[in-house]
Nanobody
């Protein structure tokens, strides 16, 4: 049974930090390009960060320099370290696994292209 289970969300004040985790099971995690997406109320889902199988990463301009995506293939876990949080970072955050054999351009795409699996999401709320 495939599962992506996010954790680590919560409420913080602006300028604070959170670390999201996504535990994967039921599929070959290390062979997947993995991504974090977020969706705020009334807005479309947007790509936040992505990490390819070789560890290379890509970020949305809005989070560059503040967020860091990483993966631990031994633990089948994806992470998102979020620093200097802003109220506009408030959203439901989802981890996702792209299809096997995606090219790097697809892996790094901001859109929810070629996604095989989604997590249930974890809420992040940032207040002033």
């Amino acid at each position: 049974q495939v599962q992506l289970v996010e954790s680590g969300g919560g409420s913080v004040q602006a300028g604070g930090s959170l670390r999201l985790s996504c535990a994967a099971s039921g599929f070959a995690y290390s062979s997947r390009c993995m991504a974090w997406f977020r969706q705020a109320p009334g807005k479309e889902r947007e790509g936040v960060a992505v990490i390819d199988r070789d560890g290379s990463t890509n970020y949305a301009d809005s989070v560059k320099g503040r967020f860091t995506i990483s993966r631990d293939n031994a633990k089948n876990t994806l992470y998102l370290q979020m620093n200097s949080l802003k109220p506009e970072d408030t959203a439901m955050y989802y981890c996702a696994a792209r299809r096997v054999w995606v090219t790097k351009p697809i892996c790094f795409a901001a859109a929810d292209t070629a996604i095989d699996y989604w997590g249930q999401g974890t809420q992040v709320t940032v207040s002033l």
